[in-house]
């Protein structure tokens, strides 16, 4: 090859690299006006564009630029226009990182959007594209996005599945040759998991539920986003609570509440009135305003009535407990959860005060116990069968007097007279059951 020959592919280069400068210069440039004069920074990324003679990463950059300020000015339909444009970069003009990066970005961006039709068609657009690509990782990202669109709209159970038919794809792409999830994919399926949880308590899909907290817990392999988690131990704390086990829903709550905080996410606020309730019922000696992460939102104002509740039912203060319950009634009966365990928490405070009033006599009147504590009798007489049954009470009710007889008795004579009374206080509590169906 001669010197002329030499020089000349040398200037060749030169110049490419000083055409690169002059078009990020152009970027950068247009770039400073985005928030001042956004109309004069399209019309600035467009020349950049132009400047570009084949696709490459300042085309693409002008291009998310065009597209963001497209989604701020609400010009849907032309930013899915410029979006598509975009795309195209994908395949060759940037490398597989990179566009990975600043799609994942684009899509966060846009995900704040009201206009959920026009995000439809944003994420099934990057769909297409991606499975061109062969993007595995953000392909899950975006069909992971779209479910969660379907979700908020709703676009589940019979005659619209379309979340369910996601949620499928979702889970093939996580799955062993086998059909059986690939545990290594820890951080995916807990993703799936969290997004499926969500869709059976809307459905109230109770069995599907408890398979689902009962597989997301076996996972380990896996660095999930606090939020996912705050799902799957809401869901856990929700299913103990039903099925009577206050102490693991407490757990669980208490879980919930520290990844939903960690996260910023607003459900977090929900998930303390629930660990304050479980913590109320399983009669825990433990203040759970006394946590690091709990006690700043002791003075919220969404949270002013759970934490008096919580102070009322410790101090034993039933009329306390009432009338903040009455006065609360609006905001306490919004949520379906703590309407459905605020009469057993109204009934477990009643039997504690209850339990308290009767203990310094050796017999009592029922009719004046109902009175003293402004419960009913018919509800005061239930409450005593309860108590004798689990032995907290030994005594027995006598129908005729309408009396409650207490007993103090040597270790000797307990076991025989516990039984006596058992059978005794069961066929009062079938004749209390008789009178109020009569």
């Known amino acids: 090859m001669s010197d002329e020959e030499d020089y000349g592919f040398e200037y060749s280069e030169d110049e490419e690299e000083a055409e690169d400068v002059e078009i990020e210069n152009k970027y950068y440039e247009a770039k400073r006006s985005i928030e001042s004069d956004p109309d004069l920074t399209l019309k600035e990324m467009d020349a950049v564009i132009e400047m570009e003679q084949e696709q490459g ?142 869709m059976h308590t809307e459905t109230k899909n109770t069995k599907k539920l408890k398979e689902l907290y009962e597989k997301a817990l076996q996972v380990k392999s896996a660095i999930p986003h606090p939020r996912i988690m705050g799902v799957i131990r809401e869901c856990g704390g929700k299913m103990h609570m039903t099925e009577g086990k206050e102490q693991d829903a407490l757990t669980d709550f208490y879980e919930a509440f520290k990844n939903y905080d960690e996260a910023g996410n607003p459900r977090r606020i929900q998930c303390l009135k629930y660990l304050v309730l479980a913590n109320m019922l399983s009669d825990s000696p433990i203040n759970p305003f006394d946590n690091p992460e709990a006690k700043p939102y002791t003075d919220n104002p969404e949270i002013v009535a759970m934490t008096s509740l919580n102070e009322a039912y410790r101090n034993k203060e039933v009329n306390e407990l009432e009338r903040i319950l009455a006065e609360n009634q609006e905001s306490m009966t919004k949520d379906a959860f703590i309407v459905a365990h605020i009469q057993q928490l109204l009934t477990q405070a009643r039997s504690g005060g209850l339990l308290r009033f009767v203990q310094s006599y050796s017999r009592v009147s029922i009719p004046i116990v109902a009175k003293k504590l402004s419960i009913p009798e018919a509800e005061i007489e239930t409450l005593l069968v309860k108590l004798i049954l689990d032995g907290k009470i030994n005594g027995y009710i006598d129908q005729i007097q309408r009396t409650l007889e207490l007993q103090e008795e040597d270790d000797s004579e307990a076991s025989i007279k516990a039984l006596e009374n058992w059978t005794s206080s069961l066929l009062s509590f079938e004749k209390t059951v008789s009178r109020k169906m009569g």
Do not use: P
Not at 144 to 171: I, Q, T, Y
Not at 176 to 186: I, Q, V
């Open 57 to 198: 990463q300042w085309g693409f950059k002008a291009l998310k630029q065009i597209v963001k300020i497209l989604f701020r000015k609400g010009q849907y339909d032309e930013m899915l226009k410029r979006y598509k444009d975009m795309l195209t970069y994908v395949k060759s003009a940037v490398t597989r990182n990179y566009s990975e990066k600043k799609i994942n970005s684009i899509l966060e961006y846009v995900s704040q959007s009201q206009e959920l039709s026009h995000l439809e068609k944003f994420y099934e657009m990057t769909l297409e594209v991606l499975k061109e690509a062969r993007n595995e990782r953000l392909w899950f990202n975006t069909k992971l996005k779209l479910g969660k669109l379907w979700f908020d709209m709703k676009v589940f159970g019979r005659g619209n599945a379309k979340l369910e038919k996601v949620l499928k794809e979702l889970h093939k792409s996580c799955q062993k040759e086998d059909g059986s999830d690939d545990l290594k994919k820890g951080t995916q399926l807990l993703e799936i998991y969290a997004l499926e949880i969500q």
